[in-house]
């Protein structure tokens, strides 16, 4: 009896399997993934095509139906009905685990106020391994996924989040790339990143640098699929006694009042009117 078999003789409701696919190698699929995609009445799939290739590598032969972020909506409905029945469903994306920025949270929300059972299996997330390959603290570490769309949208965001000094994680298309380090330096300042290319792919490379030397001389190749890692924000905190003292300790060595302050900016993350404000006592 497999362990598919054992729930339903406990549980008459289907259960909504939430299966994490290969984000680049093939074989990085796990046997219980194989054996629940094997058993499961249908697939919800982000990509029939794509997922397609993935079914026949394992001879599972399961029936599939379109599940994307266009027509979520419309299938929860009746996902939702065939749990009822009693049919087992699972849910992939393209590659990784469904629900990290891809869709299937508003079905598992309506699947847990139906009192189904959701179970994720545990796999494949590209984040993962580009975190723990960058180097930083893993202690704590902050998931930013895709920021919006929206220009001011995105600016709004990584100002909410310049202060946290846990690694941010971000996930960006190739076309935006090179923008997107522009606007990383622009508001977050000059910090290590480590930026992974095509995890777990024939091609993976994970670059060590910094944001400043990424805008001036990248030499990333610009194509395929990217997990980027930045450096949380490790400026000294410094009292408003401390801030003068540094004001006062850079004009005194000859640097100009807005150099001095420019420079305090940099190293503390401190708004400029308010490090312009005591500047203005240094001359006092």
């Known amino acids: ?47 029939t095509r794509t997922s397609g290739k993935l079914l026949k590598h394992y001879e599972i032969f399961t029936r599939m139906i379109s599940y994307h972020k266009f027509n979520e909506q419309s299938r929860v409905k009746m996902i939702l009905e065939e749990l009822a029945k009693g049919n087992d469903i699972a849910i992939i994306s393209d590659a990784g685990t469904p629900g990290i920025s891809d869709p299937s949270n508003i079905l598992v929300k309506s699947a847990i106020e139906g009192n189904f059972i959701v179970s994720a299996l545990p796999g494949a997330t590209a984040f993962v391994p580009a975190l723990v390959s960058s180097g930083f603290s893993t202690d704590n570490f902050y998931f930013a996924g895709f920021l919006p769309e929206k220009e001011s949208s995105r600016f709004q965001k990584l100002e909410r989040i310049k202060s946290i000094e846990s690694p941010l994680v971000f996930y960006e298309a190739p076309h935006r790339l090179q923008k997107f380090f522009l606007q990383l330096y622009e508001i977050l300042g000059n910090r290590k990143i480590s930026v992974a290319r095509e995890i777990s792919k024939k091609f993976e490379t994970i670059y060590y640098t910094n944001l400043k030397d990424l805008v001036s001389k990248s030499e990333i190749k610009i194509k395929g699929e990217f997990v980027i890692v930045v450096d949380g924000n490790l400026q000294k905190k410094l009292s408003d006694n401390e801030i003068l003292t540094e004001l006062t300790s850079l004009i005194m060595s000859g640097k100009s009042k807005k150099d001095a302050v420019k420079e ?13 404000r005591l500047s203005l006592k240094v001359s006092e």
């Open 264 to 276: 305090v900016c940099g190293m503390t993350g401190e708004a400029k009117n308010k490090v312009y």
């Open 1 to 47: 009896m497999s362990k598919i078999e054992s729930k339903k003789m406990q549980n008459k409701k289907g259960i909504l399997y939430l299966v994490p696919t290969p984000v680049g190698n093939l074989q990085d699929m796990t046997y219980r993934a194989v054996e629940v995609l094997k058993n499961v009445a249908f697939i919800g799939a982000e990509d």
